[in-house]
């Protein structure tokens, strides 16, 4: 059998959401700034320099072909593409070593 809760027990809405501040609250990001400029900078890497060599070699390196210049910067985008992942994986790397450091320190 079901129990009744009583209506003058509740908390309305209105109470429930008031939270008493007894610290400093975390307004850090919760991501790094550096992440964010490397990501904004691979972004537009990926946008510039496959576009780019493309037209600037389609007419000056392989003479109107443009199934080379397509390659080529299909082999640019990619190298971009693999250089975010190293620097991701440096980038980890260094934390885990921060972390881990700070760990060594705290005992």
Same mark, same amino acid.
């Given at each position: 059998?079901?129990?009744?809760?009583?209506? *003058?027990?509740?908390?309305?809405?209105?109470?429930? $959401?008031? +939270?008493?501040?007894?610290?400093?609250?975390?307004?850090?990001?919760? =991501?790094?700034?550096? =992440?964010? #400029?490397?990501?904004? @900078? @691979? +972004?537009?890497?990926? &946008? +510039?320099?496959?576009?780019?060599? #493309?037209?600037?070699? !389609?007419? +000056? &390196?392989?003479?109107?072909?443009?199934?080379?210049?397509?390659?080529?910067?299909?082999?640019?985008?990619?190298? !971009?593409?693999?250089?975010? !992942? !190293?620097?991701?994986?440096?980038? $980890?790397?260094?934390?885990?070593? $921060?972390?881990?450091?700070?760990?060594?320190? *705290?005992?």
């Amino acid at each position: 059998m079901a129990t009744r809760r009583l209506a *003058s027990q509740e908390k309305t809405h209105l109470d429930q $959401d008031e +939270t008493k501040s007894d610290g400093k609250s975390n307004i850090s990001p919760a =991501v790094p700034s550096s =992440v964010i #400029y490397k990501l904004l @900078f @691979f +972004t537009m890497a990926m &946008i +510039t320099f496959p576009i780019g060599s #493309y037209f600037l070699t !389609v007419n +000056t &390196i392989f003479r109107g072909n443009s199934t080379y210049a397509g390659g080529l910067a299909a082999l640019i985008a990619n190298f !971009v593409l693999i250089g975010y !992942v !190293v620097v991701a994986f440096w980038d $980890d790397q260094a934390e885990r070593e $921060d972390e881990s450091s700070e760990k060594k320190k *705290s005992r």
